[in-house]
């Protein structure tokens, strides 16, 4: 029981730290939006955005599709 204490505070420290991070890399990224100091497309933004989303999707798969060690059966 402890040691899932532990595992979850763990969690919860890393996953706080680590999505404070990306969300602070797309706040960096959005001031490449001012069309004064940058030139892009529309092609460009959404090639980023399709990128971005298709990592989002692949990283929340891993959370919500995980097998414990569960075996095969048909």
Known sequence: MEKD??????FEKLATN?????LKRLKI???????N???YTEEDIRKIF???EKSI???KSKFLHTR???EFKL
């Open 68 to 70: 414990k060690n569960q």
């Open 50 to 52: 399709n990128e971005i």
């Open 5 to 10: 204490i532990i595992k979850r505070k763990r």
């Open 18 to 22: 680590r999505t404070n991070e990306v």
């Open 57 to 59: 999707k692949e990283q």
């Open 37 to 39: 100091l940058y030139s």
């Open 29 to 35: 990224l959005g001031n490449c939006s001012n069309k």
